[in-house]
Each structure stands twice: as structure tokens, then as C-alpha cells.
């Protein structure tokens, strides 16, 4: 080992974890090939997803995209739609513009070296990492959420790990206990530990293979680490929507490209006082398109969290006045007036998505006589 680590402690804790890992790993899709293309689609899914929900998707995505050319080839709508659901749209918007990159530089493959995959959208040092060491085996160390929870507690860090000087310790960790050679096998073993028997909370420490190596477990400091530091206080944030029937069809808008949900659709509408969505309805999608509604009735109430905020979205029926069925866009990039049927071909966020499946699966009859 090298960077003051001992020949011993190499002994005591990365041989451990490897002998574990090679004992217990999941038969994960992309283990089964380390397939590059597989390796980069998993770790940029699983960013803020459960393993199964991630597994599911990853076997769904491949289905249609089977390499790097596949996607490139797709048009963003589709990307979108494949993605629904997954949340955090910036990831699949920056993964179809990589495959571009990929298919114009590398040959339509994925690179395995870590300097290559920086140079990508949507990779930063964590996914080059993952991908550089899990695909092509490079001596790259990672650090994840769960690796940072185990050196965290493996060697009882005692200061917030989002700060600075901790960052850099962790990194200097990670570096030197790496075993040289052997990066893929290690840095799963490592975030598998993390995810399965370290966890945040209940974490079971009589399984652990390296629990003699534990400071924090010797120090009784397990439940205390790591420390997080203080959380980003939540917002909530009210809004209105509208459904606006029109001749037999229904209109949706899609959100524009550097908008936190860029390329996908919503219903119109926009952010109200809190108890005010029944008289700002009609204003706010004047605002919002130039359309002139009345509310006919109001359909239900859904909430979503992303990040730090709260969404309370209020959505109604609404009638168009007149005959002017073209807005005039302001917060959108386009709009289209479709059969109600046709919804499932667009990616709707997770508020529409939820009002959606509200109309569809618990009263389908409401779309009856609306339109």
C-alpha cells in the first residue's frame, strides 16, 4: 500500500471486503458483462433511485437501447419517456447528449479511461469514477454516499463530511487503502457494503467482514456517524393547473430546455398564494399562455418533493372561451392540442404524472363529458 497505509492494514480491510463480496455479490444486470455501456447507463440510473427501481428500468432501457448508437439515434422525446419517473430529467437530457459525443469520438462505445469520461456531459468525477473502475478495472477510487457512510464510521470521523478538509481525508482514504488491480472488485464491494449491511440507520454490524477494522464500533460512536451537518430547510411551494377541453381535445405545453424539467410536458398554470387557487386559476394560464379559461371544476389535489421543496398542485377542469385556441407561450417552448388517448406518448414531471394516473385509474369516466 502507499499514503501511510501498512501492508496490515491493507489486510485487515481491503482483503476482507473483497473475500465478502466475491462470497456475496448481487447478480446485478451489469455484472453479469461489465459491458461499458451497461456499467455508465446503471450509475447515472441509480443516482437518487432505489436498486430495484433502478434494475427495472436499466432491463426496460436496454430493451429498446441496446448500445450507445441506439440512444443517440432516439429523439429526445423518447429519452424522456423511457425516463419518466425516474426523476432529476438533466441526467437523461445529458446521457442522450453523451451518446452523441460517444458515437462521434469513440466509435459509438463508451470509454473507459477517467479523463475521457469527465469530458462527457452529464459525468463528474464520481460516475467517472464508478464507470473507470467498475467497467475497465482502472485503479480509481470512488466515493459515493455509501462508501463516504463506511470510512465515516470505519475510522470514526467526528467532523461533517460535507465540509472541505473532510472531503479531502476521505479522498486521501479512499486513494491509498485501493487495492491495486483489483478497483472493480473493491469499489463494489465497498458500495455494496454501504447499501446492504453499513446503512444509515439499523446498520448491521455483526455482518460486517470488517467490523474488527471499525473505530466508530469500538468507540460506541456507530448511530453518531457520519455527521451530516445541517439540512436545507424545506419549501413549499402552491400551484395551480388547469385541463382545457377544447373541440374533443386537451391542452398540454412543454417545459422549456434549461428549465428544471426542460423537454417535458405539463398542464398550464403557475404558483399561487396558498389559498387562492380557485380565484388565480384562470389569471395565472392567462398569464401562463394568453388562453382565456373558466374553471368548470376542480379534480384533486396532488403533492410532490423534489430536492428541499414541496409542490401542492391544485388541478381543475377548465372550459376555453371563444374560438382562440393559440397561446401565446411565456414559461413554454411549444404546445400541442391532443385526444386525451394520446397522453401516454409524452413525459409528463410528477405532479401531471400523478394527476394523470388519478384520471385514469381511480375515475376514467371524469374524462367523460369534459371534452
Excluded at 10 to 20: E, K
Aim: charged share 25%.
Amino acid at each position: 500500500m502507499n499514503g501511510g497505509f501498512s501492508k496490515s492494514e491493507q489486510l485487515r480491510i481491503a482483503q476482507p471486503l473483497l473475500d465478502w463480496f466475491r462470497r456475496t455479490r448481487r447478480d446485478l444486470p451489469w455484472r453479469r458483462t461489465y459491458d461499458p455501456y451497461h456499467v455508465w447507463i446503471s450509475e447515472i440510473m441509480l443516482q437518487q433511485t432505489q436498486m430495484d427501481r433502478g434494475v427495472a428500468y436499466f432491463l426496460r432501457w436496454i430493451e429498446r437501447f441496446a448500445d450507445v448508437r441506439a440512444v443517440a439515434a432516439a429523439e429526445e422525446q423518447e429519452i424522456l419517456k423511457y425516463w419518466e419517473g425516474l426523476g432529476y430529467y438533466a441526467r437523461a437530457r445529458n446521457l442522450h447528449k453523451a451518446a452523441k459525443v460517444m458515437v462521434l469520438e469513440y466509435g459509438g462505445k463508451v470509454p473507459c479511461e477517467y479523463e475521457q469520461l469527465l469530458r462527457l456531459p452529464g459525468i463528474g468525477p464520481y460516475t467517472a469514477a464508478a464507470v473507470a473502475s467498475v467497467a475497465g478495472n482502472y485503479d480509481v477510487p470512488v466515493i459515493d454516499a455509501n462508501v463516504t457512510r463506511v470510512y465515516a464510521r470505519l475510522f470514526d470521523i467526528g467532523e461533517p463530511v460535507k465540509e472541505r478538509p473532510v472531503q479531502k481525508r476521505l479522498a486521501e482514504i479512499a486513494e491509498n487503502l485501493l487495492p491495486r488491480g483489483q478497483a472493480r472488485a473493491y469499489n463494489q464491494a465497498l458500495m455494496d457494503l454501504g447499501g446492504l449491511v453499513c446503512t444509515p440507520k439499523n446498520p448491521s454490524c455483526s455482518q460486517c467482514p470488517i467490523a474488527a477494522a471499525c473505530a466508530a464500533l469500538a468507540l460506541g460512536t456507530v448511530t453518531e456517524r457520519p455527521v451530516i451537518g445541517p439540512g436545507k430547510r424545506s419549501i413549499t411551494i402552491h400551484k395551480v393547473a388547469g385541463i382545457i377541453g377544447f373541440n374533443k381535445k386537451i391542452y398540454i405545453q412543454q417545459r422549456q430546455a434549461d428549465d428544471v424539467w426542460g423537454g417535458l410536458w405539463e398542464f398550464p398554470g403557475g404558483q399561487v398564494e396558498e389559498g387562492k387557487a380557485d380565484d388565480r386559476l384562470a389569471a395565472a394560464i392567462l398569464q401562463d399562455t394568453g388562453l382565456v379559461v373558466v374553471p368548470v371544476e376542480f379534480i384533486t389535489r396532488v403533492m410532490h418533493q423534489y430536492t428541499h421543496h414541496k409542490i401542492i398542485l391544485d388541478c381543475f377542469w377548465c372550459r376555453l372561451t371563444g374560438d382562440n385556441c393559440q397561446p401565446v407561450l411565456h414559461s413554454a417552448c411549444d404546445y400541442r392540442w391532443i385526444d386525451p388517448l394520446e397522453l401516454g406518448r409524452f413525459a409528463f414531471p410528477a405532479g401531471p404524472r400523478k394527476l394523470l394516473k388519478f384520471l385514469t385509474t381511480r375515475q376514467p369516466a371524469l374524462f367523460d363529458g369534459h371534452f
